[in-house]
């Protein structure tokens, strides 16, 4: 068995018991039904043909039979509808929990390659036809095999001739269900694909809306969006005429079975080789004989539709995380900060040209408790940088070491809690203001809160919101200033309290006002920790002990202001050309 099959199978486990239960209903549903028509013969044939004195009374009992037994089926269908859907349901909400839990931990470089709505539509829309395949799918395969198996076995029993005539035309459904199953099975899939163009469009031009707005793209937007939603209907367009064809066929055949039982069975009759009840019994039969055939038919179409979500979700879950913790990895305890890179080449790319590279052979030291300065021209590599100290990706070669420590040889979760990153866009959750503050670190008291706001210069502006606290400040944090989300992204960081500190540009997009207060806060936080700032204007970073001049060839230079300035070269380049 293929390990797809055996993940898809996987989910039944934890059901079973539900699962089994759904199908002991389903086995007396089906051969319950299969009675009901053999009860009629007896009283059409044997009770009548033969004149019983009390017919009457042996009719009554057999109808209160037949009560019975559709009191069974009703209870039987009754369990089947609701509790194996809500087995169904519970193993889609464990295959969206996995999918969710495996997207948090792929990392930056997978991110980098992917679009929201496109993965939000594997977690939404690939997993909603699941449900219904897992448990319709045996559900209905044994229900039909009960009756197609029960009832053919009964119409030989009754006429063997005529139970032939009845199966003639199955072979020629089933090779044409299986040729257009596989037309279906691509359309399906397309489908799908569509879907997740549409919900990526959407939930670019939404996010993106004020930009929408403001260069009055609507007319663009509408334009792409009805683009997507067109080539959706093409695809649907496929989907359905296969569809069609694929019904219309089928319902036909199985009409076909039930007029040429009738017509032989008339004929039969007339050459008196078949008794009326039995012809009777026949198409009360013929009925039990062609709806599992149409089961089955809806089911290879839920199954091909289940399938291809299975499949688009478990792509997903193949996907490695290519950063993962070493087997035995070690927390990291409190460190005081060092820094080493040695030797560390970087590329995005997995090409291995030395052009591609961001930086090669890269040496840097940050002793504990150092204030340093990293600038150089824009797209020169210093943010990524400083994505490589939390290790949000991994270098092609060298290392890098805090106090000594590979990062590597550590977990991720203790590495990242050394580590405060301040950036330029601020990225605040829909929520509260508390409940932004509080991502620092969840277990904070309120008080804990305050402090770290107060530190941070917000609280003075937090309190003059409607609710203070607990204002709700948007998708985004939208309904608050550039300098106030920075604020609140320091506070963040604060209550965090983290050995090493990042800030990227972090008052680049502010006014000179909220620049003023949030450097003031930025130098509050630095206080006894390591500290690496990139600064885009370089009168901010200009009374740092140390600065560092990035090039494309490496730390180009290093001192301080004066020292850099006094040496004429790329700091001084750049500051007359920055500033
Ligand atoms: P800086 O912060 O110095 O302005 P960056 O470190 O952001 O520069 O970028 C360095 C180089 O890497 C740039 O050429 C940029 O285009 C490229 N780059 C940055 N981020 C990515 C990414 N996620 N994927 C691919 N290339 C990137
Ligand atoms: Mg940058």
Redesign the pocket.
């Known amino acids: 068995m293929s390990a797809k099959w055996r993940k898809f199978l996987s989910y039944y486990r934890p059901y079973l018991k539900g699962f089994i239960a759904d199908m002991c209903f389903a086995l007396v549903g089906a051969a319950t039904s299969l009675i009901i028509p053999l009860i009629i013969r007896y009283i059409t044939g044997t009770v009548l043909a033969e004149g019983f004195a009390d017919a009457g009374k042996t009719i009554l009992y057999l109808f209160l039979i037949m009560l019975g037994l559709l009191g069974i089926e009703f209870g039987c269908n009754y369990f089947i509808a609701y509790v194996g859907h809500m087995v169904g349901a519970r193993m889609e909400y464990d295959l969206r929990n996995e999918l969710f839990t495996h997207y948090q931990k792929l990392s930056?470089r997978f991110y980098?390659d992917q679009k929201v709505g496109s993965l939000m539509s594997r977690v939404t829309n690939d997993l909603f036809e699941i449900t219904e395949l897992y448990h319709h799918g045996p559900e209905d395969l044994m229900i039909s095999a009960i009756k197609l198996l029960g009832s053919l076995v009964i119409l030989c029993m009754i006429n063997v001739p005529l139970a032939i005539v009845a199966l003639v035309p199955v072979p020629f459904m089933i090779v044409f269900a299986s040729i257009l199953n596989k037309k279906m099975k691509k359309t399906f899939k397309k489908n799908r694909e569509k879907i997740a163009e549409i919900n990526t469009r959407m939930e670019d031009s939404l996010s993106g809306i004020r930009v929408v707005k403001s260069f009055t793209g609507e007319d663009m937007e509408i334009h792409k969006f009805t683009e997507g939603n067109d080539m959706f209907l093409r695809s649907k367009k496929d989907n359905y005429r296969y569809m069609a064809i694929y019904h219309a066929v089928l319902w036909a055949s199985t009409g076909l079975i039930t007029i040429m039982v009738a017509a032989v069975g008339a004929w039969m009759i007339g050459r008196n080789s078949l008794e009326l009840q039995d012809l009777i019994a026949f198409l009360l039969y013929v009925n039990n004989f062609t709806e599992p055939i149409r089961k089955l038919v809806s089911f290879t179409e839920q199954f091909q539709n289940g399938m291809s979500g299975f499949e688009r979700f478990y792509e997903m879950i193949c996907i490695e995380p290519d950063i993962e913790d070493a087997p035995d990895a070690q927390e990291m305890k409190k460190v005081k900060g060092d820094i080493d890179f040695k030797d560390v080449s970087f590329a995005?790319t997995s090409d291995s040209s030395k052009s591609a590279n961001?930086f090669t052979d890269l040496d840097l030291h940050v002793n504990a408790g150092e204030y340093v300065a990293l600038v150089?021209h824009?797209?020169?590599?210093?943010?990524?940088i400083c994505s490589l100290i939390p290790r949000f990706y991994e270098p092609q070669s060298g290392k890098i070491l805090i106090d000594g420590t590979d990062i590597t040889t550590v977990t991720q979760k203790s590495l990242r809690k050394q580590i405060g990153i301040v950036q330029q866009d601020v990225y605040l959750f829909a929520g509260t203001v508390l409940e932004n503050i509080r991502y620092g670190r969840p277990d904070a008291t309120f008080e804990e809160v305050v402090d770290a706001a107060k530190r941070a210069n917000a609280h003075d502006f937090i309190m003059e919101l409607p609710n203070g606290y607990d204002t709700d400040i948007g998708q985004r944090g939208i309904k608050l200033s550039g300098g106030q989300k920075q604020r609140l992204s320091i506070a963040r960081v604060f209550l965090k309290n983290p050995p090493i500190l990042i800030f990227d540009e972090a008052t680049s997009s502010l006014d000179n006002e909220s620049e003023r207060v949030i450097q003031e806060s930025l130098e509050e936080l630095a206080k006894n920790r390591t500290t690496l700032v990139?600064a885009h204007r370089l009168s901010t970073i200009q009374n740092a002990k140390r600065i560092l001049v990035l090039s494309e060839k490496g730390i180009e230079e290093e001192g301080t202001h004066e020292e850099l300035l006094a040496k004429d070269g790329a700091y001084s380049r750049l500051y007359h050309t920055v500033q």
């Open positions: 930056f980098d995005y961001v150089g824009s797209g020169v590599g210093k943010t990524t990139i």
